[in-house]
C-alpha cells in the first residue's frame, strides 16, 4: 500500500517505450516521488544497453555485457514465444536478444528478475501470515 508514481513513453504501441516506476508511503511527498521517477527515466534513458551494428544482426550489447529490459506479453504470437523483452524502450523477440548477445558466447550469465516499480517506501509493518495448514500464529 502506498502511492505509487508511474512515467509512460507515450506516442508508441502497446507495450513499448520506457515505463518507470517509484511507491511511496502514503503520507510521502508526491513532488519527492516525482522527482525520483523522473531522476531513474532520466539515467536509463541515458543509458543505452544495445548498440547499432553494420554486421548481420541489427543490435549488439555493449562492451560492458549487461542488458536491463522487461517482459511484456506477445499476445500476437508471431513468434511462438509468450513474452518478447523491451529492452532501451524497443521491443524485442528472444531471438532477436540472443543475437544481440551473440559476441559473448561461451560466457556466463546471471538473471535477475525485479519488481517494475522501485519501492521507495520506509519499513514497512511486517504481519507474519500463517498458511492453511500451520497451526496458530505462535506456533
Known amino acids: 500500500m502506498g502511492i505509487e508514481v508511474q512515467l509512460d513513453e507515450t506516442g508508441v504501441g502497446v507495450g513499448e517505450g520506457y515505463q518507470f516506476a517509484v511507491l511511496g508511503d502514503n503520507d510521502a511527498d508526491v513532488d519527492m516521488l516525482i522527482a525520483a521517477v523522473r531522476s531513474m527515466a532520466e539515467t536509463e534513458i541515458g543509458r543505452q544497453y544495445l548498440e547499432r551494428t553494420t554486421d548481420r544482426h541489427r543490435w549488439m550489447v555493449g562492451d560492458d555485457?549487461?542488458?536491463?529490459?522487461?517482459?511484456?506479453?506477445?499476445?500476437?504470437?508471431?513468434?511462438?514465444?509468450?513474452?518478447?523483452?523491451?529492452?532501451?524502450?524497443?521491443?524485442?523477440?528472444?531471438?532477436?536478444?540472443?543475437?544481440?548477445?551473440?559476441?559473448?558466447?561461451?560466457?556466463?550469465?546471471?538473471?535477475?528478475?525485479?519488481?517494475?516499480?522501485?519501492?521507495?517506501?520506509?519499513?514497512a509493518e511486517i504481519i507474519a501470515l500463517r498458511s492453511p495448514n500451520s497451526g496458530p500464529a505462535d506456533a
Do not use: K
Not at 522487461?70 to 518478447?84: F, H, Q, S
Not at 538473471?111 to 516499480?117: G, P, Q, T
Open 65 to 123: 555485457g549487461e542488458v536491463a529490459g522487461r517482459l511484456v506479453r506477445n499476445d500476437d504470437g508471431d513468434n511462438g514465444a509468450p513474452y518478447n523483452v523491451v529492452v532501451d524502450g524497443r521491443m524485442m523477440t528472444w531471438e532477436e536478444l540472443a543475437m544481440a548477445l551473440e559476441s559473448y558466447e561461451g560466457w556466463g550469465f546471471r538473471l535477475v528478475i525485479e519488481d517494475r516499480v522501485r519501492d521507495l517506501r520506509s519499513d
